[in-house]
């Protein structure tokens, strides 16, 4: 069941979060799409995550729950992780051309 | 008990067949040889056992059948693998095996110098199978699966020689000519299995006269299907063309295949089925006709080829002419008669041309012969007592079963039918005693580097025994006296059809159906006594008309050899015959032509373009679809992601 809490006068209501997290989300899609430089793509998604993480506070917050704080927890081990390996793969893109400008990289289609 | 033998009977030519076929060239002329021959002759002792057991049934329960196994049973449709024996299938196989053991032996010497002697006798043995299969099935599927088999068999064996265009084109006639009748047979199986629920022979005849009307369009319909598939298989006008360039293939074939068995197999079929056949008086009167029809047809041909076979192979046409005349008016024994005396002397008459040629060293063209009688003493001796045979000289056998066929026409009431017969008769004592006098009498044409010699042993024995069946064969069914007819009593029962019962049935059902039933009384009157006094009179009448044919030949080829020419030259009448009325040509015009330029518009048209066009089309679509869809894969990352956003919008748009 769940049990909506009485929600505060002077508290910020849930859709502030919500827009501040789509926000945020849309400018790490745009900054994915659009930007060459591998590093700031890379930022671009780590903005990505932590507007997920942003959301998914709020409504932790707002349900009165406390599997969203785990969630969050969960996510940012995960971004933790994706750094390391995203990093060394910057690294070693790097180490084959001396740069990290993503139209240059097109080894994939093989 | 002597009757469970019965499925060994094909049994032992398909064992040969196998062996021949497979080991032939490892076991030596020899061995391949003695299993051909063994396995047919094994095949003929058999059948003299079943036919011993079968004597000592008593008459009324001679019908023996051995079903093997359930083939195939799909819905209401089952079709067993069965052999029946009566007295018809019977009478069949014994000449079948017997004719077709001498013919192994003579191919033995005949063959001898021939590289794929295996590849002969693999084929003669799954021939010998194929028509065992035709003559002793117990029902239409059986008989089909024969009646193709024998097909088959007689294209492989007139393409023996396939480095011979001819050959290979007329082994191709012969098969497709075939299919045209066989198809016409198929849809009349199908049709009676429509009827009946069955195709089974017992069944279906014992139901035939409580299901179908008499004179009623089905069974008119079926009848004539089944006579165009006797027509194609039996050489009969209009689909008698290939028999004539079978003559491409080795003479035993010719003797065994396209003489005395295979092309009997329509004769016999429309016997078999003569519980259908007796309901349909349109297509007995039609059977009848084109039967003496052909008679005419073939021997007038005949009497104008130089080419020694050929003259046989016209021959044979006109004498299946006579038997199927005889299955119209409805002398079935008459006409299996006549099968049995034909195959006797036809099979030795085309051994002797073939121990002929064979000395000759090839040679076919009577003008290249002459005077061969005392080079041949064996050969001519046996050739002129089957010659005497079919031109119907008395006591030999052609002239009893021709003499009974006339007899029946004649009191069928139809004297246009008898009078074809007649003509045809004299016709053919012409033409065979024109061949034995272009042959073996008159001044040697022999080409004088070739030294003719008479045949080895094991090619005269069965032209011996062969030439002795056709003069005594005639004794199976001796006239005039009461019971001296052994094939009339032997085949009585199976002949048996009761036609009142019938009609009454017909009647019943016609009255059902709201109509009225006409007046079949005068179908039922009582048949007249055997009249000996006409019989005797048209045995004179037909032996002095054979006898004014041979004086005809004698004075045109021995006493005035320039008579031929004078009488022929320049007359289109004559070139005409020659060319075989030019019915070859016009076929070639109205049928192989239009079929040909069809196939070949249909090939380039519809086949290249149109379907070759659709399949080749969806790949080259196909292609173009891919080579666009290639640009997508960029190998730039961000275009993948941009493609997942634009997924993931869309997605969104679609669940919203």
């Known amino acids: 069941m769940l049990k909506v809490r009485s929600i505060d006068m002077e508290m910020v209501p849930l859709t502030h979060y919500l827009f501040l997290s789509a926000t ?42 406390h599997d969203g704080q785990i969630f969050s927890f969960m996510v940012m081990c995960v971004a933790a992780a994706e750094v390391s ?26 | 008990m002597l009757l469970k033998l019965t499925s060994l009977v094909p049994l032992y030519p398909l064992i040969g067949c196998i062996i021949n076929g497979f080991f032939g060239l490892r076991i030596g002329k020899n061995a391949v040889g003695l299993i ?66 001498l013919i192994h032996v003579y191919s033995i010497g005949y063959m001898h110098e021939e590289y794929s002697f295996y590849r002969f006798f693999a084929y003669m043995n799954l021939f010998m199978f194929s028509m065992l299969l035709l003559i002793m099935g117990n029902n239409f599927l059986i008989m089909f699966i024969g009646w193709e088999g024998v097909g088959c068999c007689s294209y492989f064996l007139i393409g023996y020689y396939f480095e011979k265009k001819s050959a290979c084109d007329a082994g191709t006639k012969a098969f497709v000519m075939n299919r045209v009748g066989d198809f016409a047979f198929l849809l009349a ?217 006339l007899y029946h026409a004649l009191m069928d009431g139809n004297f246009i039918l008898w009078g074809m017969g007649i003509t045809g008769a004299l016709l053919t004592a012409f033409y065979m005693f024109r061949l034995v006098f272009m042959t073996f009498f008159g001044k040697s044409n022999v080409d004088p580097q070739v030294h003719p010699h008479e045949s080895p042993k094991i090619m005269t024995m069965p032209l011996v ?41 017909s009647a019943h059902l016609l009255h059902e159906q709201g109509k009225h039933a006409p007046s079949w009384s005068h179908l039922l009157q009582p048949e007249g006594d055997h009249n000996v006094w006409v019989e005797i009179a048209l045995m004179l009448l037909s032996l002095s008309i054979a006898v004014a044919g041979i004086f005809g030949a004698y004075i045109c080829y021995i006493k005035k050899p320039h008579l031929p020419d004078l009488l022929t030259e320049g007359q289109w ?38 379907i070759d066009g659709a399949v080749n089309g969806t790949a080259q679509i196909l292609g173009w679809l891919s080579n ?13 992601a941009l493609f997942m956003v634009v997924g993931f919008i869309g997605l969104l748009i679609i669940s919203l």
């Open chain 2, 36 to 101: 051909a021959a063994g396995s047919v002759g094994l095949s003929f002792l058999t059948t003299l056992i079943i036919f011993i057991g079968l004597v000592m049934t008593p008459a009324e329960e001679r019908v023996f059948e051995q079903v093997l196994f359930t083939w195939m049973a799909v819905g209401d449709f089952t079709a067993e693998f069965g052999f029946q024996v009566d007295p018809l299938s019977m009478t069949m196989m014994l000449f079948v095996t017997g004719v077709g053991f």
């Open chain 2, 465 to 505: 025994i062969l030439a002795g069946l056709a003069f005594f064969g005639g004794a199976l069914g001796i006239p005039l006296f009461h019971g001296w007819h052994i094939l009339h009593n032997w085949l009585e029962p199976v002949f048996y059809f009761d036609m009142p019962s019938a009609l009454e049935h």
């Open chain 2, 628 to 640: 666009q869809a290639r640009n997508f894969q960029s190998g730039f990352v961000r275009n993948y």
């Open chain 2, 573 to 610: 009448g004559y070139d005409l015959v020659k060319n075989k009325y030019d019915v070859d040509e016009i076929y070639d015009e109205t049928i192989v032509k239009p079929t040909l330029e069809g196939s070949k518009l249909l090939w380039k048209e519809c086949d290249a373009k149109g």
């Open chain 1, 85 to 110: 390996v995203g990093l060394a793969i910057i690294i070693s893109l790097f180490r084959n051309k001396p740069t990290i400008n993503l139209d240059e990289f097109n080894i994939m289609k093989s």
């Open chain 2, 189 to 405: 199986v199908m049709y009676i299995f429509n009827i009946f629920g069955s195709i089974d022979f017992t069944t279906v005849f014992h139901a035939a006269p409580e299901k179908l009307i008499y004179d009623s369009e089905t069974v008119t319909i079926i009848t004539m299907l089944l006579f165009v598939g006797a027509c194609g298989k039996s050489a009969q006008i209009p689909l008698y063309t290939w028999l004539p360039d079978a003559m491409e293939g080795p003479t035993p074939v010719s003797a065994l295949i396209h003489a005395a068995t295979m092309v009997t197999a329509g004769v016999y079929m429309v016997v078999r089925c003569n519980a259908l056949f007796a309901l349909a008086p349109i297509t007995m009167w039609t059977v009848a006709f084109i039967g003496g029809a052909t008679a005419i047809f073939a021997a007038t041909i005949g009497m104008t080829q130089f080419d020694i076979k050929r003259v046989l192979a016209y021959s044979t046409v006109s004498q299946i002419g006579y038997m199927f005349m005889a299955v119209g008016v409805g002398a079935y024994t008459a006409a299996i008669f006549h099968m049995v005396t034909h195959a006797f002397f036809k099979a030795c008459l085309f051994l002797g041309s073939g121990s002929v040629i064979h000395g000759l060293h090839g040679e076919q063209d009577m003008r290249k012969m002459g005077a061969l009688k005392s080079h041949m003493p064996i050969t001519f001796v046996t050739f002129f007592v089957s010659t005497l045979a079919i031109a119907g000289i008395f006591p030999l056998s052609g002239f009893f079963s021709k003499d009974e066929i």
């Open chain 1, 24 to 65: 945020l989300f849309v400018i790490g899609v745009v900054g994915v799409l659009v930007r060459r430089n591998a590093i700031v793509v890379f930022m671009s998604i780590e903005i990505m995550l932590n507007a997920v993480n942003i959301s998914l506070i709020a409504f932790d917050r707002y349900l009165n729950l």
